[in-house]
């Protein structure tokens, strides 16, 4: 077997061009995987990471009616917050929020929003709420960097707000922007105003009530409630990862055209090779090698160009994955109108299971197709191929 | 005797010239507005900020419990029907073939995109029924002398808070109507031009919807021919018709 390895790289230098535009075609294939694959993953990351930080906590249990896809159900998704709870939200390790519909008219312009009732004390997100303690005659309120480009609104800025309370009857007061946070989460930010827990319980007529309850701790095991529906983390961010998994089939496809490329030159080598070698393929034959050992010897000879592809990918490689690791790569379009949680730059994350998953596809790939070619050796004629004879 | 002849004369001309109450005046414009049954034909005018449409209609309508509208022009909305009958309404939308129910929170949507929500159209409670009335003032607004009515809302389920409403004195028409939040900040502005006379009794044929939270010039609503007291056929206010 070493000398197999050792003739095969004694060949493969040999062919001099050839070999390294094979290997080039190949590393190539690499890095872009490796890289590709990065990108998911630290979407994957940044996507649940911010998610928990801005919008689902550790989990959370929403009124049985809430939907969030039906705001007409909003008016009647709200209850008293269970008092099993009680301790929890007293010790900060659970949130109550009340969520309920309202139109906003920046510039005169109607938008209707979704106003959200946070404590100002609360820690379970990183809302600036503490921004909701400002002293004002208006309401004070906290908006999303989202939801601040779409209505043009600016910090300090004042808005009149117009809401109707569980009974039906239009409200309206003015609120005064005294906070903007980015956190690249649509669901926490768009077209969604939040306003202090207290205050939108007084505005909605509804003391006491919640229609989301966030909590911090992800392992705690938890039960489910009377009218409230348990949404564990890994539920609520489901859509991320369908999400991801949808773009991972489409990346499968660019990895595929790749693969096919760099294969059929090797495809193409082998041939090549075992057409023009054929006074070798019998001399080795003639010194007493067995078909097989041959096959095996071109086979190896094929396969060492992934071997080889693998080092130059490191060599040129591993300098440009490290790089874009730290400064990231910024998606030519606006993501805010996504609708994902999507970061405007995403930092790959490369792990070694990735590494050494793209590696053994890729060698067992060129293997397969080294392979397929020199199979024709076994059926050579060792008197014809010693001649040179074509068969 | 010069004296006993002025208090007779005081006491006789006294009660014709005091002010109505603020009820007797609603009463009144009631009388004058509601008809047991009419046949209207208008057009709606919705000016947006892209622009201007202009949607005609014909409206059968019974007190304000039964409604039926179906609209004639442009020919993108021409088949659309819309049915009120007490507080349901159902809507038939020629494109889809299909009559859907517009209920609860459905209806607090614009009809059409315009100034008016289906609630608007919906109310037909009494605004005796549910609001406290007062006489607030008088105002000229356009050379007629108006009266002011206040209304604060006595039940707790309504849209809006608190009304004022300006009501010519001679002919017993609002001329303008306000339509306040909770707060006290004004949402809705209404104003009533073109009043005339048809069948005996006045009428403004021309109204203007205004969001005034919202830019824009409104929603014009202007009475093309309305008939009062006419033989409306039961069959008009069934289900039934919309699919006709």
């Known amino acids: ?391 | 005797m010069k004296n006993i002849l002025i208090t007779t004369l005081s006491l006789l001309t006294l009660p014709a010239l005091a002010q109505p109450t603020a009820t007797e005046i609603i009463n009144r414009v009631d009388q004058n507005m509601s008809s047991e049954n009419r046949i209207a034909e208008s057009s709606m005018t919705i000016h947006g900020r892209r622009g201007s449409r202009t949607i005609e209609s014909r409206t059968y309508s019974v007190g304000t419990e039964k409604s039926y509208t179906e609209y004639l022009a442009p020919a993108r909305e021409q088949g659309t029907k819309m049915l009120k009958l007490d507080d349901q309404l159902w809507i038939y939308s020629p494109s889809t073939d299909r009559t859907i129910q517009i209920s609860g929170h459905m209806l607090r949507q614009s009809v059409m995109g315009s100034d008016l929500s289906y609630e608007d159209m919906m109310e037909d409670r009494k605004l005796t029924d549910v609001y406290t009335a007062t006489l607030s003032g008088e105002e000229t607004i356009e050379g007629r002398n108006t009266w002011i009515l206040s209304l604060e809302a006595k039940v707790d389920d309504l849209a809006y808070h608190s009304r004022k409403i300006w009501i010519d004195t001679e002919r017993y028409v609002p001329l303008k109507e306000e339509l306040f939040a909770k707060s006290g900040q004004l949402l809705k502005q209404t104003t009533f031009t073109d009043v005339k006379q048809v069948e005996g009794r006045w009428f403004p044929t021309t109204m203007l919807y205004k969001d005034v939270l919202k830019q824009g010039e409104g929603t014009e609503f202007k009475i093309t021919s309305i008939e009062f007291d006419q033989d409306i056929p039961e069959h008009i206010f069934s289900k039934a018709v919309l699919r006709r």
């Open chain 1, 1 to 391: 077997m070493i000398l197999a390895i050792k003739l095969a790289f004694r060949n493969l230098m040999g062919a001099g061009l050839r070999t390294w535009l094979n290997v080039l075609v190949l590393s190539f294939s690499y890095v872009v995987i490796i890289w590709l694959n990065g990108i998911m993953k630290g979407w994957d990351y940044q996507a649940k990471n911010d998610m928990t930080h801005y919008e689902i906590g550790g989990g959370q249990y929403w009124h049985g009616l809430y939907d969030p896809y039906d705001p007409f159900t909003l008016s009647e998704s709200h209850a008293p917050i269970p008092t099993e709870f009680k301790n929890e939200i007293e010790n900060g390790e659970m949130m109550p929020l009340l969520i309920a519909q309202g139109s906003i008219f920046p510039e005169g312009r109607m938008l209707p929003i979704s106003i959200k009732g946070i404590p100002k004390d609360q820690t379970i997100l990183k809302i600036p709420t503490q921004k909701l303690d400002t002293l004002t005659d208006a309401i004070p309120a906290v908006i999303g960097s989202m939801m601040a480009n779409s209505s043009r609104l600016e910090e300090g800025e004042r808005v009149t707000i117009r809401w109707r309370d569980a009974n039906g009857t239009f409200d309206a007061a003015e609120i005064v922007i005294a906070g903007i946070f980015s956190s690249n989460v649509p669901g926490a930010e768009a077209n969604q105003v939040y306003v202090s827990l207290k205050q939108l319980q007084e505005m909605m007529l509804l003391p006491g009530h919640a229609t989301i309850l966030t909590f911090a701790d992800e392992k705690a095991q938890r039960s489910e409630v009377d009218g409230w529906v348990l949404k564990p983390k890994s539920e609520l961010t489901r859509q991320v990862d369908e999400m991801i998994k949808t773009k991972s089939y489409g990346q499968t496809i660019l990895y595929g055209i790749l693969l096919l490329l760099a294969m059929l030159a090797i495809f193409d080598t082998q041939i090549l090779s075992i057409f023009r070698r054929q006074k070798e393929i019998g001399t080795y034959v003639a010194l007493g090698y067995t078909r097989k050992e041959v096959v095996m010897l071109f086979t190896v000879e094929g396969t060492m160009h992934a071997i080889l592809a693998a080092l130059l990918a490191t060599a040129y490689g591993m300098p440009f994955l490290l790089w874009q690791a730290k400064v990231g790569w910024t998606m030519p379009v606006d993501t805010s109108q996504f609708g994902m949680a999507i970061a405007p730059t995403l930092y790959p994350i490369y792990t070694i299971g990735l590494v050494a998953t793209t590696v053994a596809i890729i060698t067992i790939t060129t293997a397969i197709v080294s392979y397929m070619p020199s199979r024709k050796i076994a059926k050579m004629n060792p008197t014809e191929a010693l001649r040179g004879k074509l068969q």
